[in-house]
Every structure is written in structure tokens, then in C-alpha cells.
């Protein structure tokens, strides 16, 4: 087997909640599993040194690029670009456009990792805007969903180019020769969906993808759909119900198994298959949401993720990095969509 | 105490995938649960006889209505319309009409039941357009949810109406002074809904409705909020995606206590817990969605619903009848709509 080329991922180690202490264990976690990625970890030198002084990372494998300010959760995009240039996140950022990082990790910011990325990065030719793709659990498989909140108001057009993203991403990813891609409607009798869905389906049935047509809501979930397409806010409006109801679930769960002496003495017994069942609804393992369309990739962590989610997303960078996601879109962007 | 005014609600017995039998099985739990109730069965007169031969009703409490078409799953809301106006479905709304019942539950082609409700009964005076609401379950308490697909295209003032609506209902049977109203927007911090949504906002803070802002997908789930508003195609999304995970995890955790032997023990001393669990979630619980907005009380069960899931429909009919929620509706709509 031939030895895969070095990977070299970039990560804002100063945005999101935990702290930089997290990014440095998640960054071990990816070093100890991955023999060819590099880091370079974006960060305040002297707040990188005490977290590395804590959680030491393999001598040659990492290197610490300096940064002096940090974007926080409430900056507007527009404060983050213009008046943070040498933000840990703008600094990640900016390795990718020079050609030294494949792909930046952020749990920043989602409106400014996107202005940011968006300003220095560009879109690839042929797409108007970048989407927002993550992966939901599925029955047997899982699901890959997008737009899932950059983009607010989509044309039909907007939503051929994120089906041919979403496409090539899952295709390269999960080795799919041609993952089966639909778009998310309503199952209500009366009406199937407005008028730009019903374009966007003529667009898409013309196009080389292989389109399955409308899929409700309940079908991510399910093994009939490999890339859910949708705009920004029902993917968002469907991504941050989940979450809800999955939380909701395990809330009644445990309070099932708490109700009395007897459930907590059950709930004891259960422990190993309780801890199994969380374990496949476990929220960190779906951490990680790829900005697609940039020329780079550009992964964005949940902002509270601790050092198990942060390494999931970093994982995703490595993965999308070492199959060239970027460059592949690329390619079929300028095989399948008309030129505007 | 008074005795309750009798409340007569008329039934289509022949729509949905479960046959008659189930309908006058749930018709029976709601007469032994409510004595101020009277149902007036709209369906085929030998196939009613049948079903009442096995499950007997007790006399003087039911009326069959004799039809002579069913409206089938496939049907358009043309055809189910204009070609069958001797359909149970069409029967069961004209007793609405004509005043011999307070309400009309089916479970029959929900496009069908919209058109046919709109046609017959009419909007209340100040309503452009009827809306679907149900409720979603939640930490504490539940959330009633609107639009749930009547409306894929809405302007702010329909969004104001069904507001409106969700309001009034919520107050009059959850005895809410002021229920909590959140506009359904999404968290990405670039972007905050869009000029519909924004300008929905702005009506709904000038209303006297108890407007908490906007909130976001998983909140519907939590107690944050009472009443959540948007339109019919993000509502029907976020319901199917709510409806799908719930599944998915009730397959996870039955995966996980069948793995093995040791698991399937350990699922035979959990299994009165288990059990309390799934009630909890159990869909059957939530059948039943308002068509709010008419001029009389329809409910849409689920189409394959068993007889205790359609008895919930059922019950939603007595409850909104009883309160007399039309007339609330109405009321308030005069006092607070601008007149347009």
C-alpha cells in the first residue's frame, strides 16, 4: 500500500465555548489516528503553550501560527472581517488560501466562518453561493443534508448546484458510485411544494444526478436517500428540530428510569444497552458541518463541542481534505451545470 | 356543577386505511369517556350496520348518516369536490353546515378535506386562508405548531392570522390567559429570517398577542413557548422531521435491547419502564390536527390511524366544541385583525 500524501489541516484554536485546552486534546485524538495529517494549530502563542504544556502533541507533527485576536459569538460577520484580521479564525482561514492547509476547523461563528471563508477563499467557478452540508443519522445509513442555514432565499438554480455538491461530496466520501439525491417537500395532498421546487425537480431530472424526486421530512431518516436538498431555512428549521426531539427523548427516558426506586434499580441493570442506545443518537458524533463550494474545505464544529465532537469534525477535514473534495466539485461543476 | 350542553360531532366513517370498524370503535371510547357527546355517523348505511352489529354504540347517542362515495387517499381535491358530493367526507361536513353538528372529524385525503371545509363552511370573516395546528410534545408541557402544510406561500399577515389563531385555541383549551407566541426562524447567526418573517415580527410586537420573538426549530420541544407560527411548508418539514427521528430512535433502542440474549433479558426486567417510555412518544397521542380558521370545528386524523389514535381525534372535537374555539376565533379576529 502506498503511504497517502501528508495532510495538512489548519484549526482556529481560539473561537468556541471550551476553550483552547479542548482544540488541543481533539488535535491528539486526530494525530494519534491519522499518521498522515499535519496541524497547524491558528492561536494566541501564549495561551497555545499552556495548553500544549498540559496535553502534549507529537514533536513534528503540528505547528503553532500566531494570532492575536479572537472572533466571538456575538460579532456580526461584518465586524469579524473588517475589524479582525488577525483572528485565530482569519489566520486558519487564510493557510487555506495560501496553499499551506487543505482545510480549516472552526467552532466559531457560523455567519462570520462563512463571510470569512466566502471573502478569502471564493466560491468555485460556477456556484453562486457556498451551502451549509452535514450528515444526519438514518436507518442503516445516514443522510447528508444541505442547505442547512447560509442560504435563506434559493432559486431552483441554487438548488441544482447544491444537489451537484451534495452529490460529489457524498459520492467521494462514502464511495457511492451515485448517491441517490432528493429534494425535500411537503406530503400534504393539496399542494406539492412552490413553484421553485417544481423547477428545481425539472432541473435536477435533466441533470446527470441521480435525482429520486421529493422526499418528506421523515424520509432523511430512512435508507431511501443518500443527499437531502433543500434552502437554508427549512434545512435549518428541520436540523435544529431534531436536535429537539432527540434531546426530548432522552429527557423522557431518563426520567422514566429515575420515576422510582424500582426504574433506578432497573435503569442499573439496563446501564450497558442504555449506554449503547445513547452512544448511536450521541449528538458529537454528528458534529462537523462542511461549508462546500469554497475553493477549500472549511469545517464548522458546534461551538460547544467538547474534544470527542471537535476531533469529529476535524476527522470530517482530514477525510474531505485526503479525497480533494474542493477540486472534485470543481470538476463536476463544470461538467454538469449550464454556464449562467 | 351544570351539565355540559350536549355536543354533537359528526364523523366520517369511511375515509382513512383502517375501515369503518375502527371508526365506531373509537366512537364507542367517546361515548363512554363523555356523556354530553352525540355522533352523527356519515357512511355507507350496510357497512355501518356491520361495524355496529360488532361493536355495539349505545342507543340513542349516534345517528347514522347515510352516503353513498367514499373520497379515496388518491383522489384530487377537484374531483373529491365536484364528482363525489355524496362522499362521507363531504356528508360529515355538511351536518357542520347546516348545524346539526359542532364538528367534523375524518381521516380521510387531507387536500380533500381542506377544499371541501373551505367550500362549505367558509373562512371566518378576517381569515384569508385556513390553517392546519396540532400539537407537538414537549418538556412540560406540549406546543401547538401552525402552519402545518395548508400554506406554502405566506405573506407577514397570514402569518399574523394564523397567530392569531393558534392563540385563541391554545388560551381556550389549555385555560392559558396569554399563551406564549414564537415566530419559527432559524440560528444562524449571518442570516435571521427572511423579509416575510422580519415583517412578521413587527405585526405580531404590535399586537396585543403574547409575542416572545422568534424561536428556533428545537424549541418547539422545550417550555419556552406555547405556540410556534410559520408556514406550511417549513411547519410540514419540521412535523415529518420530528416524525422520522422519533422513529429512528424508537428503532434504535429496539436494535439495541435485541442485540443478544444477555440484551434481551435485560429488555424483559426494563420492559415496564420501556413501556412507560413509549407511551410517552407514542404518535397515537398527537393524532388529530385543527383545521382552524372555518366556520366550525374540523379534524384531520391520521389516515392510518387504530381505533384509540382516532379517539384522540375525536377528543380534540369534543374539547374545541365544547369551548366553542370558531367563535373565539372569530371574536377575536374581529378585535384584533386590521381590516384589510
Same mark, same amino acid.
Given at each position: 500500500?502506498? +503511504?497517502?500524501? $501528508?495532510?495538512? #489541516?489548519?484549526?482556529?484554536?481560539?473561537?468556541?465555548?471550551?476553550?483552547?485546552?479542548? &482544540?488541543?486534546?481533539?488535535?491528539?485524538?486526530?494525530?494519534?489516528?491519522?499518521?498522515?495529517?499535519?496541524?497547524?494549530?491558528?492561536?494566541?502563542?501564549? $495561551?497555545?503553550?499552556?495548553?500544549?504544556?498540559?496535553?502534549?502533541?507529537?514533536?513534528?507533527?503540528?505547528?503553532? *501560527?500566531?494570532? $492575536?485576536?479572537?472572533?466571538?459569538?456575538?460579532?456580526?460577520? /461584518?465586524?469579524?472581517?473588517?475589524?479582525?484580521?488577525?483572528?485565530?479564525?482569519?489566520?486558519?482561514?487564510?493557510?487555506?488560501?495560501?496553499?499551506?492547509?487543505?482545510?480549516?476547523?472552526?467552532?466559531?461563528?457560523?455567519? %462570520?466562518?462563512?463571510?470569512?471563508?466566502?471573502?478569502?477563499?471564493?466560491? =468555485?467557478?460556477?456556484?453562486?453561493?457556498?451551502?451549509?452540508?452535514?450528515?444526519?443519522?438514518?436507518?442503516?445509513?445516514?443522510?447528508?443534508?444541505?442547505?442547512?442555514? /447560509?442560504? *435563506?432565499?434559493?432559486?431552483?438554480?441554487?438548488?441544482?448546484?447544491? %444537489?451537484? =455538491?451534495?452529490?460529489?461530496? %457524498?459520492?467521494?466520501?462514502?464511495?457511492?458510485?451515485?448517491?441517490?439525491?432528493?429534494?425535500?417537500?411537503?406530503?400534504?395532498?393539496? &399542494?406539492?411544494?412552490?413553484?421553485?421546487?417544481?423547477?428545481?425537480?425539472?432541473?435536477?431530472?435533466?441533470?446527470?444526478?441521480?435525482?429520486?424526486?421529493?422526499?418528506?421530512?421523515?424520509?432523511?431518516?430512512?435508507?431511501?436517500?443518500?443527499?437531502?436538498?433543500?434552502?437554508?431555512?427549512?434545512?435549518?428549521?428541520?436540523? +435544529? $428540530?431534531?436536535?429537539?426531539?432527540?434531546?426530548?427523548?432522552?429527557?423522557?427516558?431518563?426520567?422514566?428510569?429515575?420515576?422510582?426506586?424500582?426504574?433506578?434499580?432497573?435503569?442499573?441493570? /439496563?446501564?450497558?444497552?442504555? +449506554?449503547?442506545?445513547?452512544?448511536? #443518537?450521541?449528538?458529537?458524533?454528528?458534529?462537523?458541518?462542511?461549508?462546500?463550494?469554497? +475553493?477549500?474545505?472549511?469545517?464548522?464544529?458546534?461551538?460547544?463541542?467538547?474534544?470527542?465532537?471537535?476531533?469529529?469534525?476535524?476527522?470530517?477535514?482530514? &477525510?474531505?481534505?485526503?479525497?480533494? *473534495?474542493?477540486?472534485? &466539485?470543481?470538476?463536476?461543476?463544470?461538467?454538469?451545470?449550464?454556464? *449562467?
Amino acid at each position: 500500500m502506498t +503511504k497517502p500524501e $501528508t495532510v495538512t #489541516i489548519a484549526v482556529d484554536a481560539m473561537s468556541g465555548d471550551a476553550g483552547a485546552n479542548v &482544540i488541543v486534546e481533539a488535535s491528539l485524538q486526530i494525530l494519534q489516528k491519522f499518521d498522515h495529517v499535519h496541524l497547524l494549530l491558528a492561536g494566541d502563542v501564549d $495561551t497555545l503553550a499552556r495548553c500544549l504544556s498540559v496535553t502534549q502533541l507529537p514533536e513534528k507533527r503540528y505547528t503553532v *501560527v500566531p494570532s $492575536t485576536e479572537v472572533v466571538t459569538m456575538d460579532d456580526s460577520a /461584518a465586524i469579524a472581517m473588517r475589524q479582525k484580521k488577525n483572528s485565530s479564525m482569519r489566520v486558519a482561514i487564510n493557510q487555506v488560501k495560501e496553499g499551506k492547509a487543505a482545510a480549516c476547523v472552526s467552532a466559531g461563528n457560523t455567519g %462570520a466562518l462563512m463571510a470569512i471563508s466566502r471573502f478569502v477563499l471564493k466560491t =468555485m467557478p460556477g456556484i453562486d453561493r457556498p451551502a451549509i452540508i452535514k450528515t444526519l443519522p438514518g436507518i442503516g445509513s445516514h443522510t447528508y443534508v444541505l442547505d442547512l442555514g /447560509a442560504n *435563506v432565499d434559493c432559486t431552483a438554480e441554487h438548488l441544482l448546484q447544491f %444537489a451537484v =455538491m451534495g452529490s460529489t461530496l %457524498a459520492s467521494a466520501v462514502e464511495d457511492l458510485p451515485a448517491p441517490r439525491v432528493g429534494l425535500l417537500n411537503i406530503g400534504s395532498e393539496d &399542494i406539492k411544494g412552490n413553484e421553485q421546487i417544481k423547477q428545481a425537480a425539472r432541473l435536477l431530472a435533466d441533470s446527470d444526478i441521480n435525482y429520486i424526486g421529493f422526499v418528506e421530512g421523515n424520509e432523511i431518516f430512512s435508507d431511501h436517500v443518500d443527499v437531502v436538498v433543500c434552502d437554508g431555512f427549512v434545512g435549518n428549521v428541520a436540523l +435544529k $428540530t431534531s436536535e429537539g426531539l432527540a434531546k426530548l427523548v432522552s429527557h423522557y427516558l431518563r426520567e422514566e428510569f429515575r420515576r422510582n426506586w424500582v426504574n433506578k434499580l432497573i435503569a442499573l441493570v /439496563a446501564m450497558p444497552v442504555l +449506554k449503547a442506545f445513547r452512544s448511536r #443518537i450521541d449528538p458529537r458524533k454528528y458534529n462537523g458541518a462542511s461549508l462546500v463550494g469554497l +475553493k477549500g474545505v472549511v469545517i464548522k464544529s458546534h461551538g460547544g463541542a467538547d474534544a470527542v465532537a471537535f476531533a469529529n469534525a476535524m476527522e470530517i477535514a482530514v &477525510i474531505e481534505s485526503t479525497k480533494n *473534495v474542493p477540486l472534485l &466539485i470543481g470538476e463536476r461543476v463544470q461538467q454538469q451545470l449550464p454556464v *449562467v
